[in-house]
């Protein structure tokens, strides 16, 4: 009978639909949480879906067999700039452009013969949804976690919206590429910067966590110790603060650099003779990236501005310059130049003719002289020129020196964070509407929780002027004041979608709670996360939003823990002829193809197959070739021996030959390695391979002239149940065929059978000088010298040893033995 599989696809989807197969509800099993990251609902899966999704249904599936009760979700992140750009493209409105990409998505889904429960699907354009998102603002506003402040933030005037500094790429927007320009804007954030030292110390508790993401979370966060110290500006009322690193450099501060945003910098150029000059150049500067502005590859460029500072201790007026390389968002926008000490300081100083003060001599080597100095000296040394501080080690003077500067109420000793508050605010339509009211006489109102949700408009008119369509749509902007009940206006902007993902695993616990986000009770059971899956370019922003949400839920009792992923597996991309698939390059492969050419199973064999999951892997036809023959292969298999299996059977250790013994050995090593492949190493690939052997195994076994059905049955049983979380639908008929009633995704995983990996003999392999000749059989427990015996007298040995003096020979017991010859 041949294998149709779009037949027997098609059949099993239907089924596992109607009968809710995969429904789950909380029970006395332990549980497991097995998530991919949910998608955007573009319309189209691609490669990248495809590989995603079968890596966590491989994940379920066996979990399930294994005796856990598994949740295994799927929902849209569906709110997005890229619904509202088609609008204006295509006039579709982006509530019915997402409900027809999700209609489109979820069927192709379902096609893979995915195992989610579509019970608990979720979209987070729904008001069902949203509403919590605005809850959640509300709650974090009261708690003093959100506030509004005016920011210098990426602008691309073509999306007409606030871009995070990844999504600026050499200079431009990473969606329509037009040139971002910097603006200052009235915008929302969260406080995520109250939380960056709990963020970084629980990153103990991430066991489960591939080292390069936290590595990226910890670079991103950035603590850095040392001391803030205040520089007065000449002729001024107005303090600058620095924070540095290095205290016990302060004595060899020649110069300070501000960011060219910095609002002290216009205040200065009132009485420069340069200042248009000064101007063109702050210009130039905004209109650069912050990547491009900081990259160790752009060249460092200053102006002087014509204003000086006041040193905190020596009291000696120190230039003020401008520079590309500072930035306002960071720090304080500005940092104190210290180029005897630091290499970027140096080569700026060295560029600009600025002063150069040794004041920490290396213990060894050379004296350091403005002279002979050819490079910065950052390491450790006496200090010379530091006034009483000279002649002490640096770090003996560091703490010395943060006390003077407490004393003189000029700095003191602080920590800095690299990390910025998370800016909320878009300035779009499709979004989560901001939860606030502004009133003439009350100010900053926020939406009263009874009123939730702030129901986003669907009927609002599109024009192509770059601004949000809700600030023409008068239903929605004008409101009145919830405090005095005065004509008010309502927040246009709507919520970074960043916000939507950063915890809508916990939605999933209880998706149809009208009353709270969820039940704790129901989270309680469900949390955390076992398994989470997607890619490493979520590192940081996505999976450290998502921490960030997880510890303020936990702060106001909401959950019971404060990390919400036990394992996170960042899977690698699909490439084509060495480059990531995209249209623009023309190196897509559909998936909706492959399915129709080859079948689902077949696609997910295929990707499994390829290469482990956390690397890259290349598309290859011939690939989905050889995975579409060994299903095939196998279904062939099942197809010729489905009469002789018994019904049920016995085996017997003691009573079976050596070629069962064969046989149930490679099986139950199969079994053994495939269940430690998934559980433990996620190495589906080499799962796959070792059940591969297996088939051949089974093949030769079934050519022999004699077979033990039952040890036959027991093979073709296991083999089935070993491939069911590989390919879903082909074993599920597999396993009809052999008259079982039950689905194969309801049986219990096998478990391996010790006896059976007891060996009378073991394979040992001959080789003549490291070249691998021959191989024998030979009982397990032979010696040492009756191996070497054994291996002397074989025939196709002797022949090869003839006329030639064995210098040595060298046996590793229970493995090999090496004939080293003269020659």
């Known amino acids: 009978m041949a294998y149709h599989f779009q037949t027997i696809e098609k059949k099993w989807q239907k089924k596992w639909d109607e009968k809710k197969t995969f429904k789950v509800e909380k029970n006395n099993k332990p549980k497991y949480y097995s998530l991919e990251m949910f998608p955007y609902p573009s319309g189209k899966l691609h490669m990248g879906h495809v590989r995603n999704y079968s890596i966590g249904d491989v994940i379920a599936r066996f979990k399930k067999m294994a005796g856990y009760n598994v949740l295994h979700p799927m929902g849209w992140d569906s709110f997005g700039l890229p619904a509202e750009n088609a609008a204006i493209k295509n006039g579709i409105h982006p509530n019915i452009w997402t409900w027809d990409n999700i209609e489109n998505m979820r069927e192709q889904l379902k096609q893979l013969g995915i195992s989610y429960d579509w019970d608990r699907e979720i979209a987070t354009c729904t008001p069902e949804y949203y509403k919590w998102n605005q809850w959640f603002f509300l709650k974090m506003y009261e708690k ?12 691309c005037p073509s999306c007409a919206t606030v871009l995070a500094n990844e999504q600026v790429v050499d200079g431009g927007c990473e969606r329509c590429g037009s040139h971002v320009e910097k603006r200052n804007l009235n915008q929302w954030f969260f406080k995520i910067t109250d939380y960056a030292e709990r963020l970084l110390k629980d990153m103990n508790k991430l066991k489960g966590w591939p080292d390069k993401v936290k590595i990226m979370q910890k670079n991103w ?6 001391a803030e110290v205040s520089f007065q500006i000449e002729n001024t009322t107005d303090t600058i603060k620095v924070f540095t690193t290095r205290p016990d450099t302060i004595f060899g501060v020649t110069y300070l650099v501000f960011a060219p945003e910095h609002p002290l910098v216009e205040k200065l150029l009132q009485n420069s003779p340069n200042k248009e000059k000064i101007k063109t150049f702050i210009k130039k500067m905004q209109n650069l990236s912050e990547i491009d502005r900081t990259s160790t590859e752009t060249e460092k460029i200053g102006m002087f501005i014509d204003a000086y500072a006041i040193h905190p201790i020596t009291q000696k007026r120190i230039p003020i310059l401008i520079a590309n390389y500072v930035l306002m968002d960071y720090g304080t926008g500005a940092v104190m130049g210290v180029p005897a000490h630091d290499e970027r300081d140096f080569e700026f100083a060295q560029k600009y003719q600025l002063p150069i003060s040794i004041v920490i001599q290396p213990k060894d080597g050379e004296k350091l002289t403005a002279e002979n100095q050819t490079e910065a000296y950052s390491g450790d040394g006496i200090m010379v020129n530091s006034g009483k501080y000279d002649g002490m080690f640096n770090r003996e003077a560091y703490p010395l020196i943060i006390k003077e500067l407490e004393e003189k109420n000029v700095g003191k000793k602080t920590i800095s964070y690299r990390l ?4 909320i605010s878009r300035q779009r339509y499709w979004g989560t509407p901001i939860p606030i009211i502004y009133c003439d006489d009350c100010g900053i109102v926020p939406v009263p929780e009874k009123d939730l949700p702030v129901k986003l408009p669907t009927d609002v008119e599109f024009k192509n002027n770059g601004q949000s369509p809700l600030l023409d ?8 004041c919830p405090k005095c009940g005065k004509k008010a206006k309502r927040e246009t902007d709507t919520m970074d979608t960043f916000v939507d993902s950063s915890w809508y695993f916990l939605r999933y616990c209880d998706p149809h709670n009208d009353k709270k986000p969820f039940n704790k009770e129901k989270t309680d059971y469900w949390m955390d996360v076992d398994l989470y899956i997607g890619g490493v370019e979520h590192a940081i922003l996505h999976l450290l939003y998502t921490r960030f949400f997880t510890k303020v839920l936990y702060d106001f009792g909401l959950i019971s823990s404060d990390e919400p992923i036990k394992n996170l597996l960042t899977q690698g991309m699909v490439l084509k002829d060495g480059e990531k698939m995209s249209k623009s390059k023309g190196n897509i492969v559909s998936p909706e193809e492959i399915i129709a050419n080859y079948g ?11 290469a482990p999951p956390e690397r890259d892997l290349e598309w290859s036809d011939q690939g989905v070739e050889g995975s579409y023959k060994f299903l095939n292969r196998v279904w062939r298999l099942v197809d010729q021996l489905k009469n002789l299996i018994p019904f049920s059977y016995k085996i017997e250790q003691d009573k079976l030959n050596k070629v069962d013994k064969e046989l149930r050995f490679i099986l139950h090593n199969t079994i053994k390695k495939v269940q430690e492949d998934i559980e433990e190493r996620f190495n589906f690939n080499t799962a796959i391979s070792a059940i591969m052997e297996l088939v051949n195994a089974i093949y030769h076994y079934k050519d022999q002239k004699e077979v033990n059905r039952n040890v036959l049955a027991e093979a073709i049983e296991n083999l089935i149940i070993l491939l069911a979380p590989f390919v879903p639908h082909i074993t599920e008929e597999m396993w009809k065929q052999i008259g079982k009633d039950q689905s194969v995704h309801e049986q219990s995983w096998p478990q391996y059978d010790k006896e059976a990996l007891k060996r009378d003999e073991i394979e040992i392999v001959v080789q003549i000088n490291g070249k691998v000749r021959d191989r024998m059989m030979l009982p397990i427990s032979i010696t040492k010298q ?9 025939e196709k040995i002797k022949q090869l040893l003839e006329g030639k003096e064995i210098v040595k020979v060298i046996t590793v017991p229970k493995k090999l033995i090496n004939i080293v010859v003269k020659k």
């Open 144 to 155: 003093g976690l959100v506030y509004k402040k005016k920011s210098a933030v990426n602008w």
């Open 600 to 610: 689902a199973d077949t696609a997910r064999l295929f990707i499994l197959f390829a």
């Open 420 to 423: 910025r508050d998370w800016l």
């Open 786 to 794: 009756e191996m070497e015996k054994q291996a002397l007298q074989k």
């Open 221 to 226: 966060i950035g603590k850095s110790l040392g």
């Open 473 to 480: 749509c008068q239903e929605f902007l004008y409101t009145t």
